[in-house]
């Protein structure tokens, strides 16, 4: 009878052996979850601190935000992209994201290329002296442009993999048209095309641009990441995919998206509105000259000294965009034309400017 007692307590022991061993074991478990997250926490810190820094008083070169390792999933920010190979980008091109850079200091300017290694000292042959020069900004940060790795988990993966360029019209278009919105779906920012010079800072929040009332346009976007405009826009493009048709996944798709999402066929009815958490600006934030009416852009003796009628002019404008699409089949010039291109190079991208041919 004596060796159920003695039994009991070496029981008791060894069940109170196995508690410690379990708990021992779930404070490792602990200790190496926190180690993992710890580096990801301090570098979040790290880059909210020094935001909260930049953001606090004036903004200059010791303050613009530099991400450590830099990729919109780490900082969004503002997004350019080249979905064609073409590794000399135009000056009208470098103009835009250094005017974005400058006057948005604090945020990072991503530029993707789909010909680029991602390697900037791989670029040093005189050819490459855009890269080059984009690479002096502190914020601009060139990234390889892959479409097949941008489209995975999105409703534009089977769709790329099925699509035959060669038979595609317009290709480079119908590509760039996807790949922006697949920026926007998986990182979040603003979304600019490279014909748009930047005059003010940019406000970060989600928006269209009307080209006119009741039609939108897709050269500036912003939006939060995944949001369910920018979802609902990554299906219809598939639905409704026809490469024979330009602005088809473009300017239209947002325009009968945007006409769903507000619940009115008449887009008049919500301009410089905020409609469902989306604001809808008016032309003259991005698109202040239409397109019919580009040329005026390339007049000569346009600036004769008059700054002040040029800036009164454009006073409700954030971004100039110069129809591209249409400017880029004539050659014209731009240092010593006194034309508003010239202007606009001369004030918001000085680097550029002074690579200009005379």
């Keep these: 009878m004596k060796a159920i007692p003695q039994l009991l307590q070496l029981i008791s022991i060894l069940v109170s052996g196995l508690v410690l061993i379990y708990s021992l074991h779930n404070i490792l478990l602990k200790l190496d979850e926190l180690t993992k997250k710890l580096p990801n926490y301090l570098a979040k810190k790290a880059s909210n601190d020094q935001m909260k820094s930049a953001m606090s008083g004036q903004v200059n070169a010791e303050n613009t935000v530099i991400v450590k390792h830099p990729h919109p999933s780490t900082e969004p920010g503002i997004m350019f992209l080249q979905s064609s190979s073409e590794l000399n980008p135009s000056p009208l091109t470098i103009c835009s994201i250094e005017s974005a850079a400058r006057l948005n200091p604090n945020k990072p300017v991503y ?33 390889p442009l892959n479409p097949k790795e941008l489209f995975s988990n999105t409703p534009l993966a089977g769709w790329y993999e099925k699509v035959d360029p060669s038979t595609e019209l317009y290709w480079i278009i119908s590509l760039s048209d996807g790949c922006r919105i697949a920026l926007l779906w998986k990182y979040g920012g603003t979304y600019l095309d490279t014909d748009i010079i930047s005059i003010k800072p940019l406000l970060f929040h989600n928006f269209l641009c009307a080209e006119l009332g009741n039609y939108a346009n897709n050269a500036a976007l912003g939006f939060n990441r995944s949001h369910s405009f920018i979802e609902s826009c990554l299906w219809d493009f598939v639905e409704n995919y026809n490469g024979a048709v330009w602005g088809q996944q473009g300017p239209e798709l947002m325009t009968r998206m945007l006409k769903k999402w507000c619940e009115t066929d008449n887009l008049h009815n919500v301009l410089n509105k905020e409609c469902k958490g989306i604001k809808y600006l008016s032309n003259n934030w991005f698109y202040p000259v239409p397109y019919p009416d580009w040329k005026k852009y390339f007049e000569k003796d346009t600036w004769k000294g008059n700054a002040d009628e040029i800036e009164k002019k454009f006073s409700e404008t954030i971004g100039v965009h110069f129809w591209n699409s ?25 680097s550029t400017y002074e690579t200009l041919p005379k």
């Design 111 to 143: 530029y993707f290329m789909r010909g680029f290694n991602g390697k900037v000292s791989a670029y040093r042959d005189p050819e490459y002296k855009g890269i080059r020069l984009l690479s002096s900004f502190k914020n601009v940060i060139t990234l």
């Design 326 to 350: 249409l400017s880029r089949r004539h050659k014209f010039q731009i240092k010593g034309s006194r034309s508003l291109i010239e202007y606009f190079f001369y004030k918001y991208c000085p």
